[in-house]
């Protein structure tokens, strides 16, 4: 690390550690301004993102290319193969211990994606709800396959709004749970978020958050929908439905579901991509629905292009990490 930085944070108390995070919707650029960040403070990525953990899933999930992780280090990638287990508890222990041993190292980490869901265990922690109920799940299942996952979305919508208007309604495990801590409790899911939890203690953060205008960010998604089945996401589906069955949840995930649709023989190519390109706008403005709700995130105004973009980053972080040492 710069000798100037790392002066400043050997002065400063165990429980003020900087972190930032860069976070905001799909194609938004978080991972350019993330890359751009941690280049210019020597620092170190954690991805934020529910399915890049995932091995072999790459073009459709947008995951950082070779060179880049060759540049800079970057943590919480290809940590599970498709359909293995992975869940927010996991990412919260595994983030944690990224985190520490980043402060270790005496640099800084940017938190980088935009499953808001994982940063809110990784740095307020989960909520402590209930446990799951085997039999409950086995009966919401059974609703959900005589009478659609529509069904059950629905009456999630009944009794956590909030919450359901963060989950696609085709998610059934989110939806389940959601619907399973109502049914177990009598109260939504959204009451338990607000409920004290096993905050991250060592690190106080910033959090940078990327701001489109709507329709300007909808292009942009349109742009990576046909840059990644241009880049060969037919081609990386196909291979994954080869060593694993089509029932995985990883395969529910936007683009991957649209495209083992098209190869079962169910949609065409053109259906797949349209429909890849709208479930993806769906997707960003759920993530902005939660973003939105987080009062610390400061938003970047990233109209003005990349270089104001960063500029305004490079600010923000400036006055974040406070007046540092003269480099003599």
């Not at 902005?288 to 109209?303: H, K, N, Q, S, Y």
């Not at 960063?310 to 006055?319: D, G, K, N, S, T």
Request: hydrophobic fraction near 40%; proline fraction near 5%.
């Amino acid at each position: 690390m710069h000798p100037v930085i790392l002066s400043s944070f050997q002065r400063m108390p165990a429980n003020a550690y900087p972190a930032i995070v860069v976070a905001g919707p799909t194609a938004s650029g978080k991972s350019r301004l993330g890359m751009a960040l941690a280049k210019k403070y020597r620092g170190e990525i954690l991805s934020c993102d529910a399915l890049q953990i995932y091995r072999g899933m790459d073009i459709g999930t947008a995951k950082p290319a070779t060179t880049e992780r060759e540049s800079v280090p970057h943590h919480m990638l290809d940590l599970r193969m498709p359909g293995e287990a992975f869940s927010a508890g996991d990412y919260q222990r595994l983030g944690r211990e990224g985190l520490r041993a980043i402060r270790d190292r005496e640099r800084i980490a940017f938190v980088v994606g935009g499953t808001g869901f994982y940063l809110r265990a990784l740095i307020q922690g989960l909520f402590q709800g209930p446990g799951r109920s085997e039999e409950l799940r086995r009966r919401l299942s059974r609703i959900a396959e005589r009478r659609g996952v529509a069904c059950l979305y629905r009456a999630l919508q009944r009794s956590d709004p909030a919450i359901a208007a963060r989950i696609a309604p085709t998610d059934i495990s989110r939806i389940t749970r959601a619907y399973e801590v109502y049914l177990l409790t009598g109260r939504p899911m959204n009451w338990w978020h607000c409920q004290p939890r096993n905050g991250l203690e060592g690190f106080r953060w910033l959090k940078l958050g990327i701001h489109w205008p709507r329709e300007e960010l909808y292009r942009r998604i349109e742009t990576r929908v046909e840059e990644m089945f241009q880049a060969g996401f037919v081609d990386e589906v196909r291979g994954l439905l080869e060593r694993f069955p089509a029932k995985r949840h990883a395969f529910k995930a936007i683009g991957y579901r649209q495209i083992a649709g098209f190869l079962a023989g169910k949609i065409s190519l053109d259906d797949a991509k349209e429909q890849t390109k709208i479930e993806s706008r769906r997707y960003a403005k759920r993530q902005m629905t939660w973003f939105r709700g987080d009062p610390e995130i400061v938003w970047l105004d990233a109209t003005e292009g990349e270089e104001r973009l960063l500029a305004q980053a490079v600010e923000r972080i400036e006055a974040f990490l406070g007046p540092r040492q003269n480099d003599e």
